[in-house]
């Protein structure tokens, strides 16, 4: 192992559960997102190896071949659907949550479920809401405003590094501080 792998295998992974539509008719829309998430998060300062974290995500497992117009109710049963989105929410540190039904009028129930959810188990949250009325919702509504963020688009979420912020304060920081330099500032802002 190089240093920077010893470095990322001594520290707490960063467990992060990717909500939002899943349709079997805009089965593309619902996928990409999350891969797009997942492959940013690949190249670890650019050395190659994977940030520490490990994406939960509906899309994972080998059902996803065989998923029809009907969605994931074609291979997996309701409940176990139903089980296994609790059962990543319980598991996971913080949750990203995309609002966007890409199109489709079918309400996205179960994302609002496990937004729910990470407010009743206290977890954080955060919502990407890429058109403006999702967005204008989610910033105002009583249960999405309690989001940790909430951006406009995926990239918009991936260049705020958001999951960064969350990484390093479940594994402390590692950097100096000059308490010199923040005693000048202080003095010059008061």
């Avoid at 792998?5 to 707490?12: A, D, G, L, T, V």
């Avoid at 994972?60 to 109710?73: A, M, Q, V, W, Y």
């Avoid at 996971?92 to 609002?112: Q, Y």
């Avoid at 890429?130 to 406009?152: C, M, Q, R, T, Y």
Wanted: net charge positive.
């Amino acid at each position: 192992k190089t240093k920077e792998e010893r470095k990322m295998s001594e520290r707490r992974r960063l467990k992060v559960y990717l909500a939002g539509y899943m349709s079997g008719s805009c089965l593309y829309d619902c996928v990409k997102w999350r891969v797009d998430v997942r492959q940013h998060y690949e190249n670890w300062k650019g050395a190659g190896i994977p940030y520490p974290i490990d994406f939960l995500d509906p899309f994972n497992g080998p059902e996803l071949e065989s998923i029809d117009s009907e969605g994931f109710k074609s291979s997996v049963p309701a409940n176990a659907i139903f089980d296994g989105d609790l059962m990543s929410v319980k598991e996971c540190d913080l949750v990203v949550a995309n609002v966007s039904t890409f199109g489709h009028k079918r309400p996205m129930i179960g994302t609002f479920c496990e937004i729910g959810w990470c407010t009743a188990m206290q977890k954080p949250f955060i919502v990407i809401a890429p058109d403006d009325g999702a967005k204008i919702i989610a910033e105002n509504h009583p249960f999405l405003g309690k989001a940790s963020a909430v951006f406009g688009s995926v990239k918009e979420f991936l260049d705020s590094k958001q999951l960064n912020y969350f990484y390093k304060r479940i594994n402390g920081a590692n950097y100096k501080i000059d308490l010199e330099k923040l005693k000048n500032k202080e003095h010059i802002n008061g």
